[in-house]
């Protein structure tokens, strides 16, 4: 057997290294996994969360009020509250006043969102929900 040396111990781990952190959208998907209200949802509390699921990590920098947003369909505003980091891949958005009733609220995702491999959310994201009197 043919003694190593200590470059091509080096080279080979740099190689395996190299292999292994190539990421890329094709091989994993930026998607919405999950979203609090469900779309379409009905009666929901004037003093709702909203979280947000992804499939990958966030790039918390890029989320702001440009790359997610909630907006009130009926009263015709967006609706102002804190966004939190609530896992690595989940926003939860905290209202700072409670939501106005029997409105249509969209929440929105734009192609500013950012994972930690540096993809863009690939298009904008709606969801909607209806909340109760």
């Keep these: 057997m043919k003694n190593l040396t ?16 190539g990421h890329s959208s094709e091989n994993l998907p930026f998607d919405v996994t999950d979203i609090s ?20 990590d966030l790039e918390w920098g890029s989320v702001y009020d440009a790359s ?8 015709r505003g967006r609706i102002l509250g804190e966004i939190i980091a ?6 939860l958005f905290v209202p700072y006043a409670e939501l106005q009733p029997n409105s249509l609220h ?8 950012e994972d930690v491999w540096g993809n863009y959310f690939q298009e904008t994201y709606t969801s ?4 109760g009197s």
């Design 6 to 21: 200590p470059v091509s111990v080096l080279v080979f781990l740099a190689l395996l290294l190299v292999s292994c952190s």
């Design 37 to 56: 209200p469900a779309d379409g949802a009905t009666n929901v509390a004037l003093n709702t969360s909203i979280t947000v699921s992804f499939s990958i």
């Design 68 to 75: 997610f947003f909630v907006y009130d369909e009926t009263n």
């Design 86 to 91: 609530s896992s690595p891949n989940t926003i």
């Design 106 to 113: 969209t929440i929105n995702i734009t192609a500013e969102l």
């Design 128 to 131: 909607s929900f209806t909340t």
